[in-house]
Nanobody
Framework: QVQLVESGGGLVQPGGSLRLSCAAS????????MGWYRQAPGKERELVASITSGGSTSYSDSVKGRFTISRDFAKNTVDLQMNSLKPEDTAVYYC?????????????WGQGTQVTVSS
């Protein structure tokens, strides 16, 4: 029922740009906080950016000013525009959806898409 499908990953040179997209289905998209996480080899999965149902955004310090998260309520998609990419941004990027209703929290994950920043 619930699906989060990421796309847009690939190989890019340092200083370049990529745009990731996450297509959501099976959820009340407008009621979910959406997030992008990433995980590099040997590292913990970390939150990169998030956007609430009201449009409030937050970013990790390492990407602030370079990445922009946005959502399209009509298309049920969440994008991550990544500019000025650095080798340290290399990771698998995951889309996340989360909603809390009373005492219940519902959370879903995409399969991930590889981003490699290298010359």
């Amino acid at each position: 029922q619930v699906q989060l499908v990421e796309s847009g990953g690939g190989l890019v040179q340092p200083g370049g740009s990529l745009r990731l997209s996450c297509a959501a289905s099976g959820i009340v998209f407008s009621s979910n906080t959406m997030g992008w996480y990433r995980q590099a080899p040997g590292k913990e999965r970390e939150l990169v950016a998030s956007i609430t149902s009201g449009g409030s955004t937050s970013y990790s310090d390492s990407v602030k000013g370079r990445f922009t998260i946005s959502r399209d309520f009509a298309k049920n998609t969440v994008d991550l525009q990544m500019n000025s990419l650095k080798p340290e941004d290399t990771a698998v990027y995951y889309c996340n959806a989360r909603r809390t209703i009373g005492s219940r929290t519902y959370e879903y994950w995409g399969q991930g898409t590889q981003v490699t920043v290298s010359s």
